[in-house]
């Protein structure tokens, strides 16, 4: 099921000025996680990720992953959530509107629903987010985004069979007295932020620290109504504003005490759409008959009304205690509730009636605690509990409606009703050094998931009742050693395994749907990481394996196709690759670059096209194949592009009393991916590569940066996702100027 009514939770992440200018945390205020700031400095060269509960150097550390500070998200014009997959290796994003789903080595969520757990878990400051949508919250004032590659779970937090991404924003200092920045821009499609944050010293064992984002931007779309009449509707208009309030009492150097709370109003406007058929310049596609209806991406007819809102509040309170001996306990606790509402032309044409509209509330609950012994021993050890409750109210009266037209009850699908999920865990690892070079860990988790459906619908005048619940249970582990071979050089292999919990099925048609079961994956990889150059270079090599049983996709409803049916694939589906980094700094020069190369090969599956008629009976298992069952076996994950690479670069010019001239450009390469498992490029399912390339030059001196920016350089037109038979566009060409001023 395509339930874009859903709670929009960060997965991936909407990063600094979304959707509109580039946002910037300057270097004259970083900011730290509060374990980084409690930590000796980083040696050169040295990237500290706390991702998983203590202060690791990332190039010996037995993982995949990538850490990119509020600077780097700035330096390389990530100005959306879509652009994170331009600035990392081996993530991909797709935009359908109201959901936006992230992928890590092609696994993650790739359908935006609420009965599909995600496979990539998003962190706010140590607290995962809500799991389905709200990908659109900016990220400002952000010290680090740290992103991991593979099966995740065994340390901290929630499980998962892709990876995870911790996001943490700026920390207030205690001792640091005032000190904060403020961002302004304004750009083309009249666009205009400010963003702006101050740490406030309280006393001498109590910070504050308060930042603040505000974004407008006109759409950019080309909407005409019906008869070429002009559209009155909203064509994605965005108004944003959003705050956190950052409140840290260390009245002991044992005891540090944080809280963090996020007030979000995201207003942007519509996600408007167009039939895929309308970007072939012939129809059918493969044919030289043109096509009377070609046009841009950006130039779309609607007569239905459109509207995407979101307003949530989210608190965290991180506490941490050190005990004589340094034995830490640590605990996270988040709570989080907020609103949806979604309203859209189904069609995306001026002349057909099929329109959607939601609002859902979302709440949710998580505390995680931890018990974490001293670094500086040969046997280490992590032993934590963790939950979370999580809760989609379908609001009443029946305020989920596909219409065709609306208003009619005779052709409405209409929803109301619960769906609270819960997630229960104990997990813990082992450390051991056996010698001063050569580390073993080991790692376990047992989960326990429950999903329950309390929900009644009207599908054309008809009520159906939905009450059904399941179950999910699994131990995951993960076992790796890690070898430093001399002081630049690392070697470490690990095998592990992650758990993505089943779920239920939205009622179409008569009865209840069954429930599919949860997903594993066993994982195996091994890496090599070194450093140049006095560590002036660093590079990382990488390959995995991955072996997934049960694998959840979706497959479209034939009766109402945004709809989908979530199902399991029955033999062994199997995603494994190859991935490189490497970043340089010499002198004023500044280079990096990341590389993917990813097959996926769907295990044995028979499914039924909903956009073609069915002929014949079609069992998952057996089939038969037959002109409309389709024998999906081996064929590639959807959303999963077998190349992604990206380069950076910057050179830092001195003009002379203190002034510096700063050109950057960074290149992001996305290969073609299919949108669907069907692979049927008549019917749009093959997305065109993706080449963006992003440019800036800042000028700075002491204080203050005055940067012009462009995102997208070559206005590159591509479709971000495709839903519904709808082609939903990655952001144009955008460009503009930006001060900003630190103190």
């Given amino acids: 099921m395509r339930l874009r009514a859903c709670w929009l939770g960060v997965s991936a992440m909407a990063l600094l000025w979304s959707g509109g200018a580039i946002a910037q945390t300057p270097p004259a205020d970083p900011g730290a996680s509060t374990e980084q700031a409690e930590s000796p400095a980083p040696e050169q060269g040295e990237i500290i990720v706390t991702a998983r509960r203590r202060n690791e150097n990332l190039q010996t550390t037995p993982l995949s992953g990538s850490v990119l500070s509020g600077t780097d998200l700035a330096n390389k014009g990530v100005a959306s959530v879509d652009a994170l997959q331009f600035a990392t290796p081996s993530v991909v994003v797709n935009n359908f509107g109201q959901g936006i789903d992230f992928n890590v080595r092609g696994i993650g969520k790739g359908e935006h629903n609420t009965q599909t757990a995600t496979g990539v878990i998003t962190y706010r400051d140590g607290a995962p987010t809500f799991p389905g949508y709200f990908q659109q919250e900016p990220y400002y004032d952000v010290a680090n985004i740290q992103i991991l590659r593979g099966p995740q779970g065994t340390i901290v937090g929630q499980n998962a069979t892709g990876g995870a991404v911790f996001v943490n924003s700026n920390d207030p200092i205690i001792g640091g007295g005032y000190r904060g920045y403020i961002n302004a821009n304004a750009g083309n499609y009249a666009d205009v932020g400010v963003q702006g944050a101050v740490n406030i010293p309280v006393s001498e064992t109590v ?35 959003a705050g956190r309030f950052s409140l840290l009492w260390k009245p002991s150097s044992q005891l540090s005490i944080l809280s963090k709370t996020d007030v979000d109003y995201l207003d942007m406007g519509a996600y408007p759409a167009s039939p895929f058929t309308n970007q072939s310049r012939v129809l059918p596609i493969g044919s030289t008959t043109p096509n009377p209806n070609y046009r841009d991406l950006f130039d779309i007819t609607a007569n239905s009304p459109q509207a995407a809102r979101d307003k949530f509040y989210r608190t965290i309170l991180r506490v941490n205690y050190e005990f004589d001996g340094g034995l830490q306990i640590r605990s996270v606790s988040a709570y989080a509730k907020g609103n949806t509402m979604y309203r859209s032309d ?74 609270p999920n819960r997630s229960l865990a104990a997990f813990g690892q082992i450390g051991f050094v ?31 009742v939905a009450e059904q619940e399941t179950r999910s249970n699994d131990f995951s582990y993960k076992a790796s050693l890690g070898w430093e071979v001399g002081r630049d050089h690392y070697l470490y292999g690990f095998v592990a395994t992650g758990f993505k919990p089943g779920g239920l099925n939205v009622p179409v048609g008569l009865g209840n749907p069954a429930p599919f079961g949860a997903e594993e994956v066993t994982s195996y990889e091994a890496g090599w990481k070194a450093a140049f150059l006095d560590r002036r270079i660093h590079t990382t090599v990488s390959a995995f394996y991955n072996d ?196």
């Fill in 207 to 241: 910070a504050a620290r308060f930042a603040v984002y505000g974004q407008r931007r006109d759409g950019f779309y080309d909407i005409t109504g019906p008869g070429g009449a002009k559209y009155t509707g909203n064509n994605g208009d965005v108004r944003q504003l």
């Fill in 346 to 419: 189904l069609d995306g044409t001026a002349t057909a009636n099929r329109t959607f509209y939601d609002s859902v509330d979302e709440r949710q609950y998580s505390q995680e605690l931890t018990l974490i012994s001293p670094d500086n021993k040969r046997l280490t050890y992590l032993l934590g509990v963790f939950g979370l409750w999580n809760r989609y109210e379908f609001l009443a009266p029946y305020q989920f409606v596909i219409g065709a037209p609306l208003g009619n009850p005779l052709t409405e699908y209409r929803l109301q009703g619960i769906n």
């Fill in 434 to 464: 056996i010698t001063p070079k050569l580390k073993l860990e080991v790692g376990g988790r047992y989960t326990a998931s429950r999903s329950r459906n309390d929900i009644d619908v009207l599908q054309y005048g008809a009520p159906i």
């Fill in 548 to 743: 997934y049983e049960k694998f959840q996709v979706t497959i479209g409803n034939p009766t109402i196709p945004v709809f989908g049916l979530q199902v399991n694939v029955p033999g062994k589906t199997k995603i494994y690759g190859f991935e490189a980094e490497a970043d340089v700094k010499v002198g004023a020069l500044t280079f990096d670059v990341g590389m993917n190369v990813l097959h996926s090969e769907l295990g044995t599956f028979f499914a039924t096209d909903p956009r073609i008629a069915a002929v014949a009976a079609c069992n998952i298992n057996t089939g038969p194949a037959s002109t409309s069952c389709r024998n999906l076996t081996g064929v590639d994950q959807s959303y999963a592009p077998n190349f992604t690479f990206n380069l950076g670069a910057s050179y830092e010019i001195a003009l002379g009393g203190g002034a510096t001239l700063t050109p950057r450009a960074n290149y992001g390469h996305i290969a073609p991916q299919w949108a669907t498992l069907f692979q049927d490029a008549s019917l749009g399912d093959r997305l065109v590569a993706r080449d963006i390339v992003n440019a800036q030059l800042a000028y700075n001196r002491g204080t203050v940066t005055v940067t012009a920016y462009a995102t997208n350089l070559t206005d590159q037109h591509y479709p971000a996702a495709l839903n519904s038979g709808l082609y939903f566009a990655g952001a144009p060409r955008q460009y503009g100027l930006k001060v900003l001023k630190a103190f």
